[in-house]
């Protein structure tokens, strides 16, 4: 495959984002299209001891840690937060490309490339879908978990209602305003945080990802992912020795309450889910606070 296959958004679409003066790294040769390169963040110093994995979902990227992020940094870790292919900085194949399969494999990749370890594994959304397989092919790697609405996608039971309406939202605005999709989501963003989540995507071309995410969660048994998810989910429940903790933005719709207190349940030795009052779907957006819990509560162990 060539670069014809991929839009890669202009640098200038980024211009007028505030508060988020990282420095962007790139790495090619996740998949096999030529030329096709992933962004992160990497902050914090390459030899510390804890590695933060930031992932993000659907259809945020790496912005959405901004808050979180120094916090981590200022406890002494190193933070490395992915746009996954078609989010953020992250290049854009065309929709057909996409699938769970495509993306947790170019997140096994860029893990090897890092040669990261001693993770702590932070997710939320398509963050947790994929990320919370991970173990699976690092199980010596990955040491805690810190989980934000999210959730593994089995296919053993029905999606929430509000989960459905997404989808069926997302299918009739194919060329969607991701300003207004990430407000579908959550309504209890701001306007100006909203529309940051529109800057990566100026054309229609540039939603592939977007566009891809909804249709391709995993809903059956035979889904693609479904299989990997349940492997996923007994390792949570039988060998994980590390810590967790699971965080609830309570007015989230689609991942609610008791959702993430099932999956608090699959995750052995979780304690109870952490309501974060204000929060909707993207907890990151009330990220500070979170995070200094997290620093909190695993350095006293």
């Given at each position: 495959?060539?670069?014809?296959?991929?839009?890669?958004?202009?640098d200038?679409?980024?211009?007028?984002?505030?508060?988020?003066?990282?420095?962007?790294?790139?790495?090619?040769?996740?998949?096999?299209?030529?030329?096709?390169?992933m962004?992160?963040?990497?902050?914090?110093?390459?030899?510390?001891?804890?590695?933060?994995?930031?992932?993000?979902?659907?259809?945020?990227?790496?912005?959405?840690?901004?808050?979180?992020l120094?916090?981590?940094?200022?406890?002494?870790?190193?933070v490395?937060?992915?746009?996954?292919?078609?989010?953020?900085?992250?290049?854009?194949?065309?929709?057909?490309?996409?699938?769970?399969?495509?993306?947790?494999?170019?997140?096994?990749?860029?893990?090897?490339?890092?040669?990261?370890?001693?993770?702590?594994?932070?997710?939320?959304?398509?963050?947790?879908?994929?990320?919370?397989?991970?173990?699976?092919?690092?199980?010596?790697?990955?040491?805690?978990?810190?989980?934000?609405?999210?959730?593994?996608?089995?296919?053993?039971?029905?999606?929430?209602?509000?989960?459905?309406?997404w989808?069926?939202?997302?299918?009739?605005?194919?060329?969607?305003?991701?300003?207004?999709?990430?407000?579908?989501?959550?309504?209890?963003?701001?306007?100006?945080?909203?529309?940051?989540?529109?800057?990566?995507?100026?054309?229609?071309?540039?939603?592939?990802?977007?566009?891809?995410?909804?249709?391709?969660?995993?809903?059956?048994?035979d889904?693609?992912?479904?299989?990997?998810?349940r492997?996923?989910?007994?390792?949570?429940?039988?060998?994980?020795?590390?810590?967790?903790?699971?965080?609830?933005?309570?007015?989230?719709?689609?991942?609610?309450?008791p959702?993430?207190?099932?999956?608090?349940?699959?995750i052995?030795?979780?304690?109870?889910?952490?309501?974060?009052?204000?929060?909707?779907h993207?907890v990151?957006?009330?990220?500070?606070?979170?995070?200094?819990?997290?620093?909190?509560?695993?350095?006293?162990?």
């Open positions: 495959m060539s670069n014809d296959d991929f839009f890669r958004t202009p200038s679409c980024f211009d007028e984002l505030t508060n988020f003066n990282y420095s962007s790294n790139y790495v090619e040769g996740l998949t096999d299209i030529d030329g096709m390169r962004h992160y963040l990497d902050e914090g110093s390459k030899t510390a001891d804890n590695v933060y994995l930031c992932l993000h979902g659907e259809p945020t990227w790496s912005y959405l840690y901004r808050k979180m120094p916090v981590f940094v200022e406890s002494g870790a190193r490395v937060a992915p746009d996954f292919f078609g989010f953020g900085r992250s290049d854009k194949p065309s929709d057909e490309i996409y699938s769970f399969d495509f993306h947790r494999a170019s997140l096994v990749a860029l893990i090897n490339y890092l040669n990261l370890t001693n993770i702590t594994l932070v997710c939320q959304d398509w963050g947790g879908v994929l990320g919370l397989t991970l173990p699976l092919d690092f199980p010596d790697r990955i040491s805690r978990l810190v989980a934000m609405n999210c959730f593994l996608c089995t296919g053993e039971m029905p999606l929430p209602p509000a989960f459905d309406a989808i069926a939202w997302a299918a009739a605005h194919p060329d969607m305003d991701l300003a207004e999709a990430v407000h579908v989501i959550d309504d209890t963003l701001s306007p100006e945080q909203c529309a940051a989540y529109r800057a990566p995507f100026p054309t229609e071309r540039s939603k592939a990802g977007p566009r891809a995410f909804p249709r391709i969660v995993p809903t059956s048994l889904s693609p992912g479904a299989e990997i998810s492997q996923a989910r007994d390792w949570w429940q039988t060998e994980w020795t590390g810590d967790a903790l699971v965080f609830c933005g309570v007015h989230d719709d689609i991942l609610s309450l959702v993430m207190q099932l999956l608090s349940s699959w052995k030795d979780c304690p109870p889910v952490i309501e974060v009052a204000e929060a909707g993207f990151q957006e009330w990220g500070e606070n979170v995070a200094k819990r997290v620093v909190r509560e695993f350095s006293s162990k």
